[in-house]
């Protein structure tokens, strides 16, 4: 089997030589701003998906716009060369809403270059990992040395509703030897990275009801509970003095291998001077190995609208964040059982789940998992890859192991600490963009000459 880009100093002319198209591609998918959250305008995933089916096209792949029920994926594919693996190329064209426009240095669907990183929304999660898949095949034009299915999923930041039914649906023309998801992202700045463990998730709603309707403030306050004050004690009992989750039956576990430096972490967070960090043991352990639990919504009075009445009923939103090892069902469960059992003075309390999905962990050994490490290193001239955890979920990647589990699984992604993936003023460092995409281009080629050598 042989290919007109085998060699490292090819595939490097090859990416440079694509580079500047790819960027220009990037920018105009950045401008669709494609959310497939209730409420938004559904037509502008249509159009994202379109546009990234045109770019399929652009590379020779047979390509389809597919749906089950939910918003728009695309799937993209050229057959094998005779005896070459094939390689499921994963992405996402869907994005966040931009929440707070006036935290936005621009306009976040007019991609802007500051500093040399490239800011909007979508422009690292995960429009960017779109654009490095196409990098690649760009950069082998004809001689494309594996098979390749691209899937570009539509609805991954409103929670892949539809994910595993277009997955049985499509299931004989996307199984492949290797997926390699480009969602997740690199330890730093300069240093490449796998994603080998990545927590679960749990979002629900709690709600607490004290009284049947709000009463006068001062005729009842000081004797009769009122539920905000109610529901602020039953979240206080969420965590030990510490900041520890103290939810019984939560899985917790430590083992990281590298670590956070404190002022790095505090840069990348936006920590305000004189606030502590929360937890114990190592911050990569918090992060990684051990439960979270945040309270990310809030359903009561306004302070501008408040009137002198103790409130009736207040409902909070909480996000759990499970440790590898845990499982979904049975962590709701015991949060569940937690939140009823600590319910000050008798309150009513009704826990609702939102959603819910599966850590990962994954065994990162053996010839493809090689190959990746291999094209980081040279990628990134001689730094040495680290595997590493995420502290956020991609529940599917539980679901691609379910439904192809002979596949070699490689968590990667074009983010560093500093894209600001899901929040105001997004970025891409261009820099190690360009790296990515010469890494990928590099992994293809390595997957082929490692399954022509076993």
């Known amino acids: 089997m042989t290919t007109t880009f085998r060699t490292e100093s090819e595939l490097r002319a090859a990416i ?22 209730d409420g938004f305008d559904h037509s502008q995933v249509e159009r994202s998906a379109e546009a990234v089916a045109e770019l399929l096209r652009g590379c020779s792949l047979d390509v389809r716009v597919v749906r089950s029920g939910g918003q728009p994926a695309v799937i993209g594919r050229r057959p094998a060369p005779p005896g070459a693996p094939t390689v499921m190329l994963y992405a996402h064209h869907d994005v966040q809403p931009v929440g707070d426009l006036s935290l936005w240095q621009s306009d976040p669907f007019e991609p802007v270059e ?7 929304r979508g422009a690292a999660d995960d429009k960017a990992g779109v654009l490095a898949h196409v990098a690649a ?28 039914r277009l997955l049985a649906e499509h299931r004989d023309e996307i199984a492949a030897d290797v997926i390699v998801i480009a969602d997740s992202g690199n330890w730093d700045i300069g240093v490449p990275a796998l994603t080998t463990s990545l927590r679960g998730i749990v979002n629900c709603f709690v709600e607490v009801r004290t009284l049947s309707q709000a009463v006068h403030s001062g005729m009842f306050g000081g004797g009769v509970p009122d539920a905000l004050t109610t529901l602020c004690q039953l979240l206080a009992t969420l965590h030990d003095p510490s900041g520890d989750v103290a939810v019984e039956g939560l899985v917790s576990a430590a083992g990281a291998t590298v670590d956070y430096p404190e002022e790095r972490l505090r840069t990348e967070a ?3 001077d004189g606030v502590s960090f929360i937890g114990t043991g190592r911050l990569t352990d918090r992060f990684w190995n051990k ?27 909480l996000s759990v964040r499970l440790a590898p090892g845990d499982q979904a069902a049975k962590a709701y469960a015991a949060l569940t059982e937690h939140l009823r ?15 819910d999905g599966e850590p990962c962990v994954i065994d990162a050994t053996g010839p493809m998992y090689d190959a990746a490490r291999a094209a980081f290193r040279t990628a990134w001239d001689g730094v040495e890859p680290v595997d590493m955890g995420v502290g956020g979920s991609i529940p599917f990647i539980e679901t691609f192991r379910r439904m192809f589990p002979n596949a070699a699984i490689l968590v990667t992604g074009v983010e560093d600490p500093y894209a600001r993936a899901h929040g105001p003023n997004e970025s891409l460092h261009l820099g190690e963009f360009a790296r990515v995409c010469l890494a990928e281009a590099l992994l293809l080629a390595n997957v082929a000459e490692a399954t022509a050598a076993g």
Request: hydrophobic letters at 40%.
């Open 16 to 37: 440079e030589r694509e580079l500047p198209g790819v960027r220009a591609d990037l920018e105009r998918l950045v401008r669709i701003p494609g959310i497939a959250f």
């Open 114 to 120: 500051r500093d040399g990183r490239l800011y909007g």
């Open 137 to 164: 095949l760009r950069a082998f034009g004809d001689a494309l040395p594996v098979g390749v299915v691209l899937f570009v999923e539509g609805e991954e930041e409103y929670g892949s509703d539809s994910l595993e």
């Open 270 to 272: 936006g920590m305000l």
């Open 291 to 317: 439960p979270a639990i945040s309270v990310i919504g809030l359903d009561a009075p306004s302070t501008a609208e408040a009137p002198n009445a103790l409130v009736p009923s207040a409902k909070a939103k």
């Open 341 to 355: 059992r600590y319910a000050p003075y008798g309150a009513t309390v009704t826990v609702t789940l939102e959603h």
